[in-house]
Structure formats: structure tokens, C-alpha cells
């Protein structure tokens, strides 16, 4: 007699919120509360057992469906991917999301057409190290979004707004579309309570005539000195500015290039002092 396949399914989604037929906000809660402590920007894994491989199958080493195996034999293979995480460290009833769903992509098929009680697994140990640690209290925070990447930088903000752990907080958000700023009205509502908070959308393919009043173009051209000071009336400087850049790599690219040529300096392990801070999400 074969063993019973034990669930691996430890979390369920408790709300979500769907911002269009591709972008939705997902809050979910593990069965063992509260919440583990984290530092705002870092990501955890959501997974769901693979409706498509057969338990009874040998993965061959380093295969994608070995990888997605738990290492048991008698759980059923996952498919798992890492997000980062958008509500602060605060709240310990759930962890939220910020996802879009991706045509190819092998998970986001699986988790679209769940409701609110679905099962699923969430790692309940967190990491990366794109956050504030090292970061003085008395500089500006220049934080650069696009798409989802949107999301550990609202979790920086929503941990630590008033708390004095920065001079500003300049958040700019990089999309196609308007429909495509899930947060935008949360956003701007906080923007005029706080005189520290800076908040700066913008759009590249929105049409002409679509009644969006705000900025237009990619986000890096926001990142020239000129431009920068006109918007937010501070100087973009290394002397005081850490830049934190979250999201599409090209984007990211284009952004340390010209941030680079204005005296910025990458933070790696060769630098640890450097005042660009990345997180590529492909």
C-alpha cells in the first residue's frame, strides 16, 4: 500500500484584491501565526503542489522538476517562486503581494483563478538583503519602481513613515499604463499627509488623449539632475542620496548607467559603501 501524499499546502490566501485581469493584490496568512519578523524589502517563496507531474516519477538531478521537489518522497512536487513582499513588517496576520500574471508563467497560471480560502504554501523564511540596513537616517531615499517591483519599497515606506529613518522618501513608479498603478490613490492620499513623501508616477504607453494628468516617459529620464530637481525641488546628489532601483533589468540598467555618470557608486560586496541599491526581478 502506498503512503498517504502529505499536504504541503501551509497558508491560505485571505483576501485579494484585483486590480485588472493581470494585476492583483494578494494577502496571505500562514496557519502557524503570527507573521515571521522581516526587514521591509525582502521577498519570501509561494508555491503550489504541481497538478502536472506524476508522483510516481524519479526527477533526473538539477531537472526544473527536481528543483521543485521538497526532498521527500511522499509530498507531492511543488512549483515555487519568490516575491517580495508589499505590506510592512508591522502586520503580523498576513503577508501581502503584488502580482501580475505572467502568459508563460508556470505559477502565476496556477494562483490566478484562486479565491479568497484557497490553499497554498508561503516559506515562512524570509530573505534578501535590498533593504535599508546601512542606510543613515539623515539622507534622501530616491526609490524607483517599475511594475511590481513597486513592491518592496512600499514596505519600506509603510514600515517606517514617521519613524524619522530618513530626510525624504521620494518614490518614483514606473508603468505602461495608468490602470497599471494599483496603488496610486493609497499613495497620493499619503503623499499630502506626509511633507516627507514624495510620490512621482509615470506612464509610457498611455494614449494621447486618455485624461492621466501626470507624467509621461520612462522613469530613468526622471533620474537626470536637471529633471529631477525640477520635480522634486532637492538636488540628486551621492552626498546624501541613496538610490534604490526595483524591477524590469533594463530599466535597472539604463538607471546605475546614468546614475553612475551624475557619481553615484553600485553597493556590492566590493563596495558595501556604494549609494545604488538594486533588486532585478528577472
Not at 2 to 7: A, G, T, V
Not at 41 to 62: C, I, R
Not at 226 to 246: A, V, Y
Not at 250 to 260: F, K, S, T
Request: hydrophobic share 35%; proline share 8%; with cysteine.
Amino acid at each position: 500500500m502506498s503512503e498517504k501524499i502529505q499536504d504541503p499546502h501551509n497558508a491560505t490566501l485571505i483576501d485579494r484584491v484585483d486590480v485588472h485581469e493581470s494585476l492583483a493584490i494578494f494577502r496571505v496568512s500562514l496557519d502557524a501565526a503570527p507573521i515571521p519578523d522581516f526587514a521591509p524589502g525582502q521577498f519570501t517563496t509561494l508555491g503550489l503542489a504541481d497538478p502536472d507531474a506524476d508522483p510516481d516519477a524519479e526527477p533526473q538531478p538539477n531537472s526544473p522538476r527536481a528543483r521543485r521537489t521538497s526532498g521527500d518522497g511522499h509530498t507531492p512536487k511543488m512549483i515555487r517562486r519568490a516575491y517580495s513582499i508589499s505590506s510592512p513588517a508591522t502586520e503580523k496576520h498576513y503577508l501581502e503581494f503584488y502580482l501580475v500574471h505572467i502568459e508563460e508563467g508556470r505559477l502565476t497560471a496556477f494562483l490566478w483563478p484562486m479565491n479568497t480560502g484557497s490553499r497554498l504554501f508561503m516559506d515562512p523564511r524570509i530573505k534578501g538583503s535590498f533593504t535599508l540596513d546601512g542606510v543613515s537616517e539623515d539622507s534622501d531615499l530616491i526609490m524607483v519602481g517599475t511594475g511590481t517591483g513597486l513592491a518592496p519599497l512600499l514596505s519600506m515606506y509603510l514600515t517606517y513613515r514617521g519613524t524619522g529613518r530618513w530626510r525624504r522618501f521620494i518614490l518614483l513608479e514606473g508603468c505602461r499604463y495608468a490602470r497599471d498603478l494599483a496603488y496610486r490613490e493609497q499613495l497620493t492620499r499619503m503623499a499630502e499627509k506626509d511633507p516627507t513623501f514624495t510620490y512621482l508616477p509615470t506612464v509610457t504607453r498611455e494614449p494621447p488623449d486618455s485624461p492621466w494628468p501626470g507624467l509621461r516617459g520612462r522613469i530613468h529620464d526622471i533620474l537626470r539632475s536637471d529633471r529631477f530637481s525640477q520635480l522634486t525641488g532637492d538636488e540628486l546628489s551621492p552626498k546624501h542620496c541613496h538610490i534604490f532601483l526595483c524591477g524590469n533589468p533594463a530599466m535597472i540598467d539604463q538607471a546605475e548607467a546614468r546614475l553612475q555618470r551624475q557619481g553615484f557608486m553600485a553597493c556590492d560586496r566590493e563596495n558595501p559603501q556604494g549609494n545604488i541599491h538594486f533588486e532585478r526581478y528577472w
